[in-house]
């Protein structure tokens, strides 16, 4: 009775342990898909530098130190670091000069940006103090 019951028991957990990964193994699909404020890997780091409101575009200082100019249109996305959209566009206080931001140009001609990830803001108390 003891060895039938145990037995039961080992199949049950097996059976549970099976249906658990392979409930888990569709998760993998979305792997190469960014997560809510996930920045993606193909992103551009660098530093911004100047925004330009008249002719749609911001520059910043690359990784390797060189300046790189984007272009904005209406389709831009401007993403905050936990995932929401920024309606301000260039006029963002998070592209002022110093922040680091990532962008994802277009597939086109890369000149232009698809999206943009900001940063988290800098408090105006820590500013204050240094």
């Known amino acids: 009775m003891f060895t039938r019951a145990l037995g039961v028991l080992v199949v049950g957990l097996t059976l549970l342990c099976l249906a658990a990964t392979a409930g888990a193994g569709g ?3 979305d792997k190469d898909t960014p997560k809510k404020g996930e920045i993606p890997k193909n992103a551009i ?3 911004m530098k100047s925004v330009d409101l008249k002719g ?3 520059t910043m200082t690359l990784d390797n130190g060189k300046d790189r100019t984007f272009k904005v249109d209406k389709d831009t996305q401007f993403i905050g670091p936990r995932g929401g959209k920024s309606e301000e566009g260039l006029k963002d206080d998070r592209l002022e000069k ?3 931001v990532n962008v994802v140009a277009d597939s086109v ?3 232009s940006a698809k999206e943009v990830h900001l940063p988290i ?3 105006k108390e820590k500013d204050k103090k240094k």
Request: proline share 0%.
């Open 45 to 47: 780091h660098g530093t």
């Open 27 to 29: 998760k993998d699909k």
């Open 109 to 111: 001609n890369g000149k």
């Open 56 to 58: 749609s575009s911001f």
């Open 121 to 123: 803001r800098k408090s």
């Open 98 to 100: 110093g922040y680091e």
